[in-house]
Nanobody
């Protein structure tokens, strides 16, 4: 059994920053790609950023230059540093990971950007 547990969401003013964390636990043999998705009300879930085991990254155009994904393999943890947040970044953010060649999802953490 594998679990992904996210933390770090909350309410922030436009222009502010937040850092999300996602830790994988359980029977883990290998973790390949890890990533963050988000889903705003009435919209489809979309990829925000992804990172491979060796550190190659991929970002949605809407967050390039503002968000940074990173991971610590020894801790089975992935992070998302979000800077210069905008109201349109408001969504539930989900962690995603390829663990033991299966895809797992976290429970989601709410990020609200509002004044």
């Amino acid at each position: 059994q594998v679990q992904l547990v996210e933390s770090g969401g909350g309410l922030v003013q436009p222009g502010g920053s937040l850092r999300l964390s996602c830790a994988a636990s359980g029977s883990i043999f290998s973790i390949n790609a890890m990533g963050w998705y988000r889903q705003a009300p009435g919209k489809q879930r979309e990829l925000v950023a992804a990172i491979t085991r060796v550190g190659s990254t991929n970002y949605a155009d809407s967050v390039k230059g503002r968000f940074a994904i990173s991971r610590v393999n020894a801790k089975n943890t992935v992070y998302l540093q979000m800077n210069r947040l905008k109201p349109e970044d408001t969504a539930v953010y989900y962690c995603n990971a390829d663990v033991n060649r299966y895809i797992y999802w976290g429970q989601g953490t709410q990020v609200t950007v509002s004044s």
